[in-house]
């Protein structure tokens, strides 16, 4: 497979996804509508910010696959958070169970870390590159937690 092949599949993965998630979640997104701390980011930012975590995460992915460096513990670690990563917004938005939504993103922020670790063991700017993840995933358990205390 071309290279460029191998970037526009590891991208468009992530990206489909998230995409499907948030069209699929979007009649049951109530971010505007429940009390949020102070530090909450305006609702207008999610979609941005995830579209450029989800290209970044691809082009992770992306490296190791051109270079050949995935194997199945690499592929197990990167599908297994983006599940765990697309659940959490059903389990949030359309179930409304935000207590159950905290403790799922502390797994997503555990499977982040691993996947870190193990793509920085194969390449370390494939690793590096999932730090943003890691910094707003972390941001948005700290989000989940307060707009649940808030919300109960």
Partial sequence: ???FKIYAKSILIPVIVGGAVGLITSNAIDYNNLVQPFFAPPSF???????????LMGISYGILANKDLNDSEINSIYYLQLT???????????FKWRLFAF???LILDVLVIDMIIKFYNKN??????????????SF??????AVYLLNK
Avoid at 45 to 55: G, K, R
Avoid at 84 to 94: D, E, M, Q, T, Y
Avoid at 140 to 145: F, H, M
């Fill in 1 to 3: 497979m071309s290279n």
């Fill in 140 to 145: 948005a358990t700290i989000l989940n937690l």
């Fill in 103 to 105: 403790v799922w993103i």
């Fill in 84 to 94: 765990v990563n697309a659940l959490w917004s059903f389990i949030f938005f359309v």
């Fill in 124 to 137: 370390k700017i494939a690793g590096l590159l999932q730090i943003p993840y890691l910094i707003w995933i």
């Fill in 45 to 55: 930012l999610f979609p941005i910010v995830w579209t450029i975590l989800y290209v």
